[in-house]
């Protein structure tokens, strides 16, 4: 074994004439195709440029005067989920020793995890499946979190990901894909994370909104607003579109059939998807809505997480019918029950996640899962396996019941915590934004807040070192058509 410069020992590895990486593990030969390690490197890129795209098209539904906040709290749980994923959440999740609900400590702070064949597959070494699942782990919280939106301090989220992605993201990640997890070995099918990713994180935003309680204005026209930048939404579904081709494909774990089979369906759904809600809202308002596109993609996109290495492209179309319908009619639970989910989180990404997973249980195929020539499931009611739909139920209330639960907890004990209280206790930081209040910056050069003040804040001065001349509401005035308005004149004019 060779000995670097750090004195530390190196990996045994070597290549063989064709250009594989041979390492040498428990005195045992492991070979590692280089063009599995490039996949899944290019798929840990894709799914990496998913977390600001969630940023986005978060941010492009809400009013501008919270639109940084959000593209914020994506970068921010980025970097929080890193440092814990190093710390001591990989080894949580996927220790070789973990017990059937949480890991070990084994691998704190990456100990061990160099060139030894990953729990996830042995075609792809430890180091690879670490930093390729870090992209998992640090684009949930962000889903969860968006329902904090315009009501929520941003300081005290830093510490909510670090304790939620410790609680409840790793132990529901390491009982679906840990061999030692309770769902795996029951039979569970979850082939990139409906539950781990989706049911748990759409939960934890229907028990943050609950926790939070309703915005100022809930119930009235004053949240009654159409998404301040629709392009936004656009660019936010175009990086999470792009970038599941990585979330799905590269769980395939290696650069085979399985891996393009799941980047079809993956597409496929997520485009019927799309148009099952933009025609659903067609009905309705008789306008091409893009933000009912994207919605419906998105929830596409969830629904056929769980099921993408398992289903033909036939069962991904049923899916993205299912999925449009479903999480379309899944946005009106908020009016019944009268929480407040700013961004419908619940609806996409819980029941999305859920759809998934049942229709899994009905859909997988024993002949798709052996595309990668390595695979064998028992398949789902196509394949005569009728427990299974049984298997995906108890695993998606599981996941729901675990993520809503522990979220709740975690939120009372910080609310009870002298600065980690997580709703704003100012009426007037909610209303100038998030933010202006928590951030003092803008996504824009202004920020329109004339509706909520009721009055024109006063311009900048266009004169460096002249000041503006004061203002004041003028009285309403004529315009001519028998109408009156409302403006602000300088006070010496008027």
Not at 23 to 46: H, K, R
Not at 157 to 176: E, G
């Amino acid at each position: 074994m060779s000995l670097p410069e750090s004195g530390l020992p190196g990996p045994n590895i070597t290549y063989d004439a064709s250009g594989s990486i041979i390492a040498y593990y428990n005195d045992a030969e492991v070979v590692y195709n280089p063009g599995d390690i490039a996949w899944i490197i290019a798929a840990t890129a894709l799914v990496w440029i998913m977390i600001p795209g969630v940023g986005y098209f978060y941010s492009g539904l809400l009013r501008r005067k919270n639109a940084l906040s959000m593209i914020y709290l994506s970068m921010m749980t980025l970097a929080v989920v890193s440092f814990q994923w190093f710390f001591w959440g990989y080894s949580l999740a996927f220790s070789e020793t973990a017990g059937p609900y949480i890991g070990n400590l084994r691998h704190f702070g990456l100990m061990k995890v160099l060139d030894q064949p990953s729990v996830g597959s042995s075609k792809i070494p430890a180091i690879l499946f670490c930093v390729y699942q870090l992209m998992f782990a640090a684009i949930t919280p962000i889903l969860a979190i968006g329902a904090v939106a315009e009501r929520s301090r941003l300081g005290p989220l830093i510490v909510f990901v670090f304790v939620w992605s410790t609680i409840v993201y790793d132990p529901i990640a390491c009982w679906t894909w840990n061999p030692n997890g309770w769902v795996f070995i029951l039979g569970g099918l979850d082939f990139a994370g409906g539950t781990p990713v989706h049911i748990s994180s759409g939960t934890a935003g229907l028990a943050i909104s609950i926790y939070l309680g309703k915005r100022r204005g809930y119930g009235t026209e004053r949240l009654a607003y159409k998404p301040h930048n629709t392009t936004y939404v656009v660019l936010g579904t175009v990086f999470l579109w792009f970038g599941w081709f990585g979330f799905n494909g590269g769980s395939a774990l290696a650069a085979n059939l399985r891996a393009i089979q799941a980047c079809i369906v993956t597409n496929l759904a997520a485009s019927v998807a799309g148009l099952t809600w933009m025609l659903l809202d067609w009905r309705l308002e008789r306008k091409w809505s893009v933000v009912g596109f994207c919605s419906g993609a998105i929830a596409g996109l969830v629904a056929i997480t769980p099921a993408s290495g398992f289903v033909g492209s036939p069962a991904a179309v049923l899916y993205g019918v299912c999925a449009g319908v479903g999480c379309n009619f899944a946005t009106k639970l908020k009016f019944i029950f009268k929480y407040d989910d700013a961004l419908d989180i619940y609806a996409s990404h819980a029941i999305g996640g859920v759809i998934g997973n049942l229709l899994t249980g009905l859909f997988a195929q024993a002949s798709v899962a052996a595309f990668d020539g390595i695979t064998v499931i028992p398949g789902g009611w196509l394949d005569h396996n009728y427990r299974q739909l049984g298997i995906q139920l108890a695993d998606s209330v599981s996941g729901m019941s675990y993520s809503f639960v522990m979220t709740t907890i975690i939120l009372w004990i910080m609310h009870f915590i002298p600065g980690l209280r997580l709703r704003l206790s100012d009426e007037e930081a909610e209303i100038i934004g998030i933010d202006d209040a928590e951030m003092g910056e803008f996504a824009y050069d202004y920020v329109g807040v004339e509706a909520e003040l009721g009055y024109k804040p006063e311009p900048e001065s266009l004169s460096e070192g002249v000041p503006p001349a004061p203002y004041k509401a003028a009285t309403a005035a004529d315009n001519g058509s028998g109408e009156t308005t409302e403006k602000s004149v300088p006070a010496a004019a008027a």
